[in-house]
């Protein structure tokens, strides 16, 4: 290969790879507005919409019951719903609640491993979405040193 295809092919490849960063993510879901929210009512509406959630036993939520630095919580999610194709993290009493979406492909097995940030004692809300409907638990983390 000569210098000058190579040295082609390279910068082709970054123009690709810095056009993948720089294009807004289209397949995002909920925008930036939700996103940054500081009401909780307000952030779960912007997801929710008008369609009402309905309380499942079949979402599993791995978290702890008391989470010594709220700086780096683990949190565990995992559901057996049929169909489900996003899941949708919030923190009630974050200042910035919403805190974070997850989007799947058809035929894999929704599962999220995570670490968030929890400011003080707060409920954690999960949503997940499958077909028309959209299902809901929660679970409570009780917050020693607070992480936000």
Do not use: H, W
Request: net charge negative; glycine share 8%; proline share 5%.
């Amino acid at each position: 290969m000569q210098r000058r295809e190579f040295i082609k092919g390279a910068v082709a490849a970054n123009l690709m790879l810095a056009v993948q960063f720089i294009s807004p993510n289209a397949a995002a879901k909920i925008d930036r507005e939700v996103f940054s929210s500081k009401d909780a009512e307000e952030a779960m509406k912007g997801i929710l919409g008008d369609i009402q959630a309905e309380e499942s036993d079949k979402i599993m939520i791995k978290a702890p019951e008391l989470a010594e630095n709220g700086a780096n919580v683990p949190i565990e999610i995992t559901t057996e719903i049929e169909g489900a194709q996003r899941i949708v993290l919030v923190v009630l009493e974050n200042p910035t609640p919403l805190a974070g979406e997850y989007i799947f492909g058809e035929g894999v097995t929704p599962n999220v491993k995570t670490r968030c940030r929890i400011g003080k004692p707060s409920d954690v809300v999960v949503m997940v979405a499958a077909g028309d409907k959209i299902y809901t638990n929660k679970a409570f983390v009780k917050v020693t040193k607070g992480g936000c």
